[in-house]
C-alpha cells in the first residue's frame, strides 16, 4: 500500500528563488475564477494586467510612477521587519511625511530648488521617524506589541490629516478640503518631460540601494539581521537589541515619510485626504515578497505597480471591477506566504 | 493485582538507546516512583505508555490485557492519565470547561451541567478546586490539581504524574500529597517521576531506579533508604575521562558573593550563590537541572540581572554588565542552549564575528574579508566542519557547539563560563570540548562548569559545588568526591551533609 507521509525538510537554494514566480503563477491559476465570474476571458486579462502597460511608453512610465511610492515603503516594511520590528504603520508615517512636506513646500516659498528640495526630503523623512517614535519607545521599554500600536496610528494620522484639512489649511477659494499648492521650488522636477515621473523615483531607487548597502556591508545591518533572526542569540553575544530594534524602527519610518513629500511634491502639489490608496499596507506585500532583500523589494514594487496600472488597462478592456487588481494582490501575498512555509516540508511516497 | 505491566520496553532514538529491555509493573492502589538522572529514561518509558512514542520493542499489559497504546486516546481509554510538566489548559475557560473539553460527547456544552458534573468529581476525588474559577487565575498548584482532575474525570485509574513537583511551592507539594493520598485510598494507581530522594521516601510504596536507560532495581520503600537510592541513581563502575591533579590554586579570577536572582515567572530562582574559581582551575556546578543552573549563568552572560549580591571578574565589578561589557571584561560564555548562542539563518562566519564586531569594521562598513578569514582560521583551529558561509542551522549539534566554543574562547578569556557544554553531543564532539575545557585551565583560566552529567563534572573538575533549589548546598575537593554522597546532596536529602573546601 502506498502511504504519503508530509516530513520536514528545507527546499533547495534554487527551488527558493522560483517561490515568487511559481506564487504569481499559482495566483493567476486561483484568481482566474473571479475573472471567469466577471465575464472576461483571463488569458486576456492577464495580458492585459501584465503586457498591456508595457506596450507604450506612457503606460510604461506610469508603472514607473506607480511604483515610485511603493519602492518606498516596500523598503521601509522590509528595513523595519529585517529586525524583527513588525512596523505595520508606513501608511500612518507617509501621511506624515505628506503632512510634512505640504507645510514646508508652503514654508519654502522663494527658494531655490537645490535648497528646498534637500530640506522637504529631510523634513519627510523625520516627521516619519517621528511618527513612528511613539510605537518604538514603547515596544523597547515597556514590550508593547508593535504591530497594534502601529497599526492604529495609521488612523489617527488620518484623523490629523482631516483636521488640518478641514481647519488651517482648507482651501479659501473653492472651500475643498485640500492644503494650499507648494511653491515651485520645492516641486520634485519631472526625469521625462511630459510625464507624471518625478525625482522621488530616483530617490526611491536610491532609498533601494541604501537598503542593500545597510543590510550586507554594515555592522548595522549585522545586527539588526542578527535581532530579526535570533533575538535571544544577538543579546547573548552582545547586541544592544533595544537600540538596534530603535534605529531600525525610526529609519523605517523615515523612509515611509519619504513615499509622502514623492506624493505631495511629484504628483499632488498639495495634500488631500485620500492621497495614499493604501501604499503603506503595499509595502508589507512588497517587502516580504521580496524576502525583505533590497533587489526583491525592488522587482516586488515594480511587480505591483504593474499590477496597478494593469488593473486599469484591465478594467477599462474588458469591463471588469478595477478592485481585481487589488484581489490580485491580497491572493499573491497569501499564496507567498503559504508558500513560504510550505517549502519547509516534502510529501514522502511510503510503500508498506 | 497488576495495573500495568511493561514488559522488555526497548526504545532508540538513532544511535541512542533511551529505554533497554525495560520491565516495569504497577500494582493497583500503590504510588510507585520512578526514579533517575535527567536522561535515564523515565519519560520515554512513560511517554510509550501514554501512547506519544511507540515501544521498539516490548509489550504493554494493562488489567493483564495485552494492549495497543498507538496515541493518547488509546491510552485514554484504558484509563491511563498523564500530568506533565507543561499543563495543556486553555487559560481563558474555566475550570469546568477545561475539564470537559474533548471529553463532551455532544457538539453543545450546557455550562451548568458542566459545572455540576465538574464539581461532583472534585468532591468525590477530594481534588479541591472551584469549577466556576477561570484558568487564568490559578496558581501552579491548582493548575495542576485542574490538570489531575481532567485525567481524573476521564475516568482514569493509573495517573502518571512526571515530575510533578518540579512547578510547585513547598505548600503546594503538601497539598499534592496529600491528594495522592486519597486517590490511593480509593484504589487507584499513580506512577510518579522524579528525582527528588526526599519526596520519593515521603509520598510512594515501591521505586523503580533508572539509569542509562536500564532498570537498575525496584525496592519496597519500607527496605530502603536515602543514601542506597543515590547509589543506585548515580552509582557508575568507571568514569569516561581520567581525573585531574589539583595544582595549586591561584588569585581569584571569578568571585560570586551572595547572589539571587529570580525565574521567568519571577519565583526566587538562586538565593544567595557564593563562589570563588581560582586561575587555573575548573570548579564544576553539579545538581539537577532546574535548581537554578539556568538563572545563574544567566546572571553570569549578562542576559539576567540578579536582585541581590555581586559579581566580580579579577577586581572589576560585572554585577550590573550588560552581554557587551561581561564579553569585553574577558568572561568567555559557553551558554546552556546552543540556540541562545547561535543565530541559525546567519553564516558561521557571521555568528563568529558577531560577539565582536568592533574588530571588523574598516571606514564604518563591515570587512567581509576580514571576516572571512577569522572563520576560516578558528575553523581550522577549532576542527570545525563547516565552510564560513554555511548557515548555522545546517550544522550537526557539535560543530554548532564547536563555533561557539571558538568564539567563546578565541580570545583567550580569564574566567571561562560554560553551561552543559556537551549536552546532546556525541562521544566525539564531548571528548573535544572537554579536552578544549581542561586546555583553558592549563593555560591559566578560571573556569565555571555548570553541567547535569556527574561524569562530567567529576572528570573535569578541581573542586565541585553542588546547587539544589538554588542554593549551595555542598561544595568539596574532586579528589574527595563521594557519589553516594554527591547523590544525595543533589536530590535534596534531608539529611544532605554540608562539607567546605
Same mark, same amino acid.
Given at each position: 500500500?502506498?502511504?504519503?507521509? $508530509? ?11 522560483? $517561490? ?45 510612477v ?22 505595520i ?6 501621511y ?40 518604538a ?70 532609498v $533601494?540601494?541604501?537598503l ?16 530579526g ?31 509622502g ?13 485620500g ?8 509595502g ?56 513560504f $512555509? ?11 | @493485582?497488576?495495573a ?43 511517554r ?6 511507540h515501544a ?25 492519565g ?5 499543563f ?8 469546568a ?8 460527547g ?13 464539581a ?54 503538601? @497539598? ?29 510504596d ?11 532495581g525496584?525496592?519496597?520503600k ?34 560570586i558573593?551572595?547572589?539571587s536572582?529570580?525565574?521567568?515567572k ?44 555581586r559579581?566580580?571578574v ?37 555568528n ?9 569594521i ?13 572563520a ?15 548557515? @548555522? ?26 553551561s ?22 592549563s ?30 548546598v ?28
Amino acid at each position: 500500500m502506498l502511504r504519503l507521509e $508530509i516530513e520536514r525538510a528545507p527546499a533547495p537554494i534554487w527551488m527558493r528563488s522560483l $517561490i515568487p514566480v511559481i506564487a504569481v503563477l499559482v495566483t493567476f491559476v486561483l484568481t482566474s475564477v473571479l475573472v471567469v465570474w466577471a465575464g472576461a476571458n483571463p488569458l486576456a486579462a492577464y495580458r492585459h494586467f501584465l503586457i498591456s502597460p508595457l506596450s507604450s511608453k506612457v503606460s510604461a512610465l506610469e508603472v514607473l510612477v506607480k511604483s515610485t511610492p511603493l519602492l518606498l515603503t516596500g523598503a521601509a516594511v522590509a528595513f523595519a521587519f529585517s529586525a524583527g520590528y513588525w512596523n505595520i504603520g508606513a501608511e500612518g508615517q507617509l501621511y506624515a511625511g505628506a503632512i510634512a512636506a505640504a507645510w514646508l513646500g508652503v514654508v519654502l516659498e522663494g527658494l531655490p530648488p537645490v535648497i528646498a528640495i534637500p530640506i522637504m526630503l529631510a523634513g519627510g523623512f523625520v516627521a516619519g521617524a517621528l511618527w513612528a517614535l511613539p510605537s518604538a519607545l514603547l515596544k523597547v521599554k515597556l514590550a508593547v506589541d508593535e504591530v497594534v500600536t502601529t497599526l492604529l496610528l495609521n488612523s489617527v494620522v488620518l484623523f490629523v490629516v482631516s483636521a488640518l484639512l478641514n481647519g488651517p489649511w482648507r482651501d479659501p477659494i473653492s472651500g475643498w478640503p485640500q492644503s494650499p499648492e507648494i511653491a515651485a521650488g520645492a516641486a520634485f522636477p519631472k526625469l521625462i518631460p511630459r510625464s507624471r515621473l518625478h525625482l522621488g523615483f530616483l530617490v526611491a531607487l536610491l532609498v $533601494i540601494g541604501l537598503l542593500w548597502f545597510i543590510l550586507s556591508r554594515t555592522a548595522l545591518g549585522l545586527r539588526m539581521r542578527a535581532v530579526g533572526l535570533g533575538q535571544e542569540a544577538a543579546r547573548f553575544v552582545g547586541v544592544s537589541v533595544e537600540r538596534t530594534m530603535l534605529t531600525a524602527a525610526l529609519v523605517s519610518g523615515g523612509i515611509a515619510g519619504l513615499a509622502g513629500v514623492g506624493e505631495v511634491a511629484g504628483i499632488h502639489f498639495h495634500l488631500i485626504e485620500g492621497i495614499s490608496p493604501g501604499y503603506g499596507y503595499t509595502g508589507i506585500i512588497i517587502a516580504t515578497l521580496g524576502g525583505l532583500h533590497a533587489a526583491g523589494v525592488g522587482l516586488a514594487a515594480l511587480f505591483i505597480g504593474l499590477i496597478d496600472t494593469g488593473a486599469q488597462t484591465v478594467s477599462r478592456a474588458l469591463g471588469v471591477p478595477v478592485y481585481l487588481g487589488d484581489v490580485v494582490q491580497a491572493a499573491l501575498l497569501l499564496v507567498t506566504l503559504g508558500m513560504f $512555509i510550505l517549502q519547509n516540508y516534502r510529501i514522502k511516497v511510503i510503500s508498506d | @493485582m497488576h495495573a500495568i505491566q511493561m514488559r522488555g520496553i526497548t526504545k532508540r532514538f538513532g544511535p541512542v538507546i533511551a529505554n533497554n529491555h525495560i520491565d516495569f509493573d504497577l500494582m493497583r492502589g500503590e504510588i510507585h516512583a520512578l526514579l533517575g538522572e535527567n536522561g535515564a529514561g523515565k519519560t520515554t518509558l512513560m511517554r510509550i505508555l501514554y501512547g506519544l512514542y511507540h515501544a521498539d520493542e516490548g509489550e504493554v499489559r494493562v488489567n493483564g490485557q495485552v494492549a495497543h497504546v498507538a496515541a493518547p486516546k488509546d491510552a485514554i481509554q484504558l484509563g491511563i492519565g498523564m500530568v506533565t510538566q507543561h499543563f495543556a489548559l486553555v487559560p481563558t475557560l474555566s475550570v469546568a470547561e477545561n475539564v470537559v473539553l474533548g471529553y463532551t460527547g455532544s457538539f453543545r456544552v450546557n455550562p451548568q451541567v458542566a459545572r455540576q458534573k465538574v464539581a461532583e468529581a472534585a468532591a468525590r476525588f477530594g481534588v479541591e478546586v472551584n469549577p466556576s474559577a477561570l484558568v487564568r487565575h490559578l496558581s501552579v498548584g491548582e493548575r495542576q490539581r485542574v490538570e489531575i482532575l481532567k485525567a481524573l474525570y476521564r475516568n482514569a485509574r493509573v495517573l502518571i504524574l512526571d515530575e510533578p513537583t518540579a512547578v510547585l511551592v513547598p505548600q503546594e507539594v503538601d @497539598m499534592l500529597f496529600q491528594t495522592l493520598e486519597r486517590l490511593r485510598q480509593d484504589g487507584l494507581s499513580v506512577i510518579f517521576i522524579s528525582h527528588k530522594l526526599y519526596e520519593v521516601m515521603t509520598v510512594c510504596d515501591r521505586i523503580t531506579v533508572l539509569r542509562d536507560g536500564h532498570v537498575v532495581g525496584t525496592v519496597d520503600k519500607a527496605a530502603t533508604s536515602q543514601a542506597e537510592l543515590a547509589r543506585m541513581m548515580v552509582g557508575r563502575e568507571t568514569f569516561g575521562v581520567a581525573r585531574q591533579e589539583r595544582k595549586p590554586q591561584g588569585e581569584v579570577l571569578l568571585r560570586i558573593e551572595n547572589l539571587s536572582a529570580v525565574d521567568e515567572k519571577g519565583l526566587p530562582a538562586i538565593k544567595g550563590v557564593s563562589l570563588e574559581v581560582g586561575a587555573g582551575e575548573i570548579l564544576g556546578v553539579a545538581g539537577v537541572s532546574g535548581n537554578g543552573q539556568t538563572e545563574l549563568s544567566h546572571v553570569l552572560a549578562g542576559t539576567l540581572k540578579p536582585t541581590g549580591g555581586r559579581v566580580l571578574v579579577g577586581d572589576r565589578d560585572l554585577t550590573l554588565a550588560d552581554p557587551a561589557q561581561v564579553s569585553g571584561m574577558g568572561v568567555g560564555r559557553i551558554p546552556e542552549d546552543r540556540h541562545e548562542g547561535a543565530i541559525g539563518e546567519l553564516n558561521v562566519a557571521e555568528n563568529l564575528a558577531l560577539e565582536y564586531l568592533g574588530e571588523f569594521i574598516t571606514a564604518g562598513m563591515l570587512d567581509h574579508q576580514r571576516i572571512r578569514r577569522h572563520a576560516e582560521q578558528l575553523i581550522a583551529e577549532y576542527q570545525i566542519k563547516a565552510s564560513p558561509t554555511d548557515r @548555522m542551522r545546517t550544522l550537526s549539534g557539535g560543530n554548532i557547539q564547536k563555533v561557539i566554543l571558538a568564539r567563546a574562547l578565541s580570545r583567550n578569556p580569564q574566567v571561562v563560563i560554560a553551561s552543559q557544554p556537551t549536552r546532546g553531543l556525541d562521544v566525539g564532539a564531548t571528548e573535544y570540548v572537554r579536552s578544549k575545557l581542561l586546555e583553558q585551565r592549563s593555560r591559566g583560566a578560571a573556569v565555571l562548569l555548570l553541567s547535569e552529567d556527574l561524569d562530567e563534572v567529576l572528570a573535569l573538575s578541581d573542586r565541585i559545588a553542588v546547587i539544589y533549589e538554588g542554593r549551595i548546598v555542598g561544595l568539596i575537593p574532586a579528589k574527595e568526591a563521594d557519589l553516594e554522597q554527591l547523590g544525595l546532596m543533589m536530590s535534596g536529602a534531608r539529611e544532605g551533609i554540608r562539607v567546605e573546601a
